[in-house]
C-alpha cells in the first residue's frame, strides 16, 4: 500500500487557498520520495499571519501552477494510498477544498493523523505540535516550508513505528489503537465564481435545506443533528451536542468537515461531499497545531 505524507501552507484563512504543498512516501521503513511545489492560489489575497508562518509571499506563487495542475500527478496515490498529515483535519481539508475549487472531482480518501500518533506513542507535557515532537525525536528540518512539514510527518511515523516494532503504518495504527479515518468523496462540481460562496450557490442549496442535515453517533451512543445554518460569515454546521449548543466546533462538525463518516448514522454520506464546497471558507492558519 503506497503511503505519503501531505503537508499544505495556505494564502490566507480560506481551505482552498492553498500557496505550497509538500509530500514524502514512506516505503520499506524510510522516505523514499520527496516533493515540494509552490501553488497559485485562486485568488492572491494573503493574510499577514499566513505570510508569518511560512514566508510565502504573492509575487512568490504569480507564475506558479495553479491547485489542479500541480496536485494532478499525486491524485492517484493520495486516492490509493494511506495519507499521513500532522494535524490532518487540516491538510485533508484544504485538498478536499482545492480540488472543489478547481472543479475536479473529490475522491474518497484514508488517512491518519501524527499528531494522535505521537500523543499515543511520544506523549509529552509540552504537547505534540510538528516542531516539538520533532525535536524530541531528533528529526531536523526547516519548520513551515511545506515540503520539510511533509519529510518531518513521515519520519514521526516511521519512529513511531518503530518504537512500537510496527511493520507498517496500518501496522501501527491498529497496535496503537487509532483507526485509520476515511473520508467520503464526490463528484466534480461546476466551478463557482471568483471570491466567496455566491448567492446564487447557496440558493441552489437552500431549495433543499432540510437535505443537508446530518444525524450523527455521539461517543456514548446518543444521536446528535448538524445543520448546515447560513450565517453571517458564511454557511456554518451547527450541532444539537453539549458542545455544539455552546457554539464550539464539536467533534461531530469537525468529522463532517472533513468528510469522515465514520459516526454518521443518516443515509445521505454522499450529501456530506458537498459540505468540502460549501465550508471551503473557513481554516485555521495554516501550521498553527
Ligand atoms: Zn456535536
Not at 472543479?103 to 507535557?125: E, I, K, N, S, W
Not at 463557482?192 to 440558493?203: C, H, L, T, V, W
Amino acid at each position: 500500500m503506497t503511503v505519503l505524507a501531505l503537508d499544505f501552507e495556505t494564502a490566507n484563512e480560506r481551505r482552498d487557498s492553498a500557496c505550497a504543498v509538500g509530500l514524502a512516501w514512506i516505503a520499506d521503513g524510510r522516505v523514499v520520495r520527496r516533493e515540494s511545489h509552490l501553488i497559485r492560489p485562486p485568488e492572491m489575497r494573503f493574510s499577514p499571519g499566513n505570510i508569518r508562518v511560512h514566508g510565502i509571499l504573492p509575487a512568490n506563487v504569480a507564475d506558479e501552477p495553479d491547485f489542479g495542475t500541480v496536485m494532478a500527478p499525486y491524485l492517484e496515490d493520495l486516492r490509493r494510498g494511506l495519507i499521513l498529515a500532522h494535524n490532518a483535519s487540516f491538510d485533508i481539508g484544504v485538498l478536499r477544498a482545492g480540488l472543489a475549487r478547481a472543479g475536479l472531482p473529490v475522491p474518497d480518501l484514508a488517512y491518519l493523523c501524527t499528531v494522535q500518533v505521537a500523543r499515543r506513542v511520544f506523549p509529552a507535557p509540552e504537547g505534540c505540535g510538528l516542531g516539538k515532537v520533532a525535536r524530541r525525536l531528533g528529526i531536523r528540518f526547516e519548520h513551515h516550508d511545506a515540503g520539510e512539514d511533509a519529510f518531518a510527518c513521515a519520519e514521526i511515523a516511521l519512529a513511531a513505528m518503530r518504537e512500537r516494532g510496527a511493520r507498517d503504518v496500518p501496522a501501527l495504527a491498529a497496535e496503537i489503537g487509532l483507526p485509520i479515518t476515511r473520508a467520503v468523496g464526490g463528484p466534480a462540481l461546476p466551478r463557482r465564481p471568483q471570491g466567496a460562496i455566491s448567492g446564487r450557490a447557496m440558493a441552489a442549496f437552500a431549495q433543499a435545506p432540510a437535505a443537508l442535515r446530518f444525524t450523527m453517533r455521539g461517543s456514548t451512543g446518543n444521536r446528535y443533528s448538524v445543520v448546515l445554518e447560513e450565517q453571517p460569515g458564511g454557511p456554518q454546521l451547527r450541532c444539537t451536542c453539549t458542545a455544539g449548543r455552546y457554539g464550539l466546533r464539536c467533534r461531530h462538525v469537525k468529522a463532517l468537515e472533513v468528510g469522515d463518516i465514520t459516526d454518521l448514522m443518516s443515509d445521505n454520506a454522499s450529501e456530506v461531499a458537498l459540505l468540502a464546497r460549501m465550508l471551503g471558507v473557513k481554516a485555521r492558519v495554516a501550521g498553527a497545531a
